[in-house]
Nanobody, 121 residues
């Protein structure tokens, strides 16, 4: 089993910044992709940012130029630096990591518990 612990959410004024963290632990051989999703009330969960094992990244159009995803492989942790926050960024943010637990194992996705980000106008 793999556990993910998220931190860093909170309340911030528009234009402010937050940094989210998601640390993975447990039965980990390697971590492939690491993603951040968000879900606002009444909306579907959407992909915000993606980072591969080789640190290639891509972003949703709504956050390009404002958010930066990064990873620390030594700590099995993924980060999301969020700058120039807007009220429409308000949502619960979830990390998702693709993990193999053995050298020949198939990758499996795991979700974090979610962290609330609220941006006031």
């Amino acid at each position: 089993q793999v556990q993910l612990v998220e931190s860093g959410g909170g309340l911030v004024q528009a234009g402010g910044s937050l940094r989210l963290s998601c640390a993975a632990s447990g039965s980990i051989f390697s971590i492939k992709a690491m993603d951040w999703y968000r879900q606002a009330p009444g909306n579907q969960r959407e992909l915000v940012a993606h980072i591969t094992g080789s640190a290639a990244t891509n972003y949703a159009d709504a956050v390009k130029g404002r958010f930066t995803i990064s990873r620390d492989n030594a700590k099995n942790t993924v980060y999301l630096q969020m700058n120039s926050l807007r009220p429409e960024d308000t949502a619960v943010y979830y990390c998702n990591v693709l993990v193999t637990s053995t050298p020949m194992g198939l990758p499996r996705g795991y979700w974090g518990q979610g962290t609330q980000v609220t941006v006031s106008s």
